[in-house]
T-cell receptor, first 114, second 112 residues
């Protein structure tokens, strides 16, 4: 049972380059999320998708775009990478609005922007 | 403005003793809280949760306490084991569960 799968695990970019982080879940969850983790800042929400066909900004959306391709897949795109986007990125999914709600996370993508 | 706060970035405890990790929140509308555990190079994994209708929830060595009047929750690990060494995050969902707010994390080191 794969759960939430993220690719790639590591990436190094030069300033100004673009890339897409891929995420897929096989738990039939409605909601999907992208978080970034920075030292001392915890996990901050970039974008989320409450259901297929909808996306919304989180706490730190600037410099990112997302696509909810279908119920399983939610991608995060950096159009012009900046050093401030050096971080660890986590995709997560959940069934929205149920009692005992919880997030399931992927293993993360470590991104360095030089 | 951070709605969920963990003011202790790190904690060191001897094996076999109790670990107490603290979390404060500012939004009185939060009515459900979660703790996540994260090992290096892995994603966070769910550990334990508590609903605001309770003031305590226990799962094996892990107990979470909720003090609604103080807007404070704590995670107790008894007895602590070296394998518990990880970063612990507390979290709370927005009222409609469309997003989750996380604290900044506490790195627990359990010394053998």
């Amino acid at each position: 049972n794969a759960g939430v799968t993220q690719t790639p695990k590591f990436q190094v970019l030069k300033t100004g380059q673009s890339m897409t982080l891929q995420c897929a879940q096989d738990m039939n969850h409605n909601s999907m999320y992208w978080y970034r983790q920075d030292p001392g800042m915890g996990l901050r929400l970039i974008y989320y998708s409450a259901s297929e066909g909808t996306t919304d900004k989180g706490e730190v959306p600037n410099g990112y775009n997302v696509s909810r391709l279908n119920k399983r897949e939610f991608s995060l795109r950096l159009e012009s990478a900046a050093p401030s986007q050096t971080s660890v990125y986590f995709c997560a999914s959940s069934t929205q609005g149920t009692l005992n709600e919880k997030l399931f996370f992927g293993s993360g993508t470590q991104l360095s922007v030089l | 403005d951070q709605q969920v706060k963990q003011n202790s970035p790190s904690l060191s405890v001897q094996e076999g003793r109790i670990s107490i990790l603290n979390c404060d929140y500012t939004n009185s509308m939060f009515d459900y809280f979660l703790w996540y555990k994260k090992y290096p190079a892995e994603g966070p994994t769910f550990l334990i949760s508590i609903s605001s209708i309770k003031d305590k929830n226990e799962d094996g060595r892990f107990t979470v306490f909720l003090n609604k009047s103080a807007k404070h929750l704590s995670l107790h690990i008894v007895p602590s084991q070296p394998g518990d060494s990880a970063v612990y995050f507390c979290a709370a969902p927005a009222y409609n569960f469309n997003k989750f707010y996380f604290g900044s994390g506490t790195k627990l080191n359990v010394k053998p």
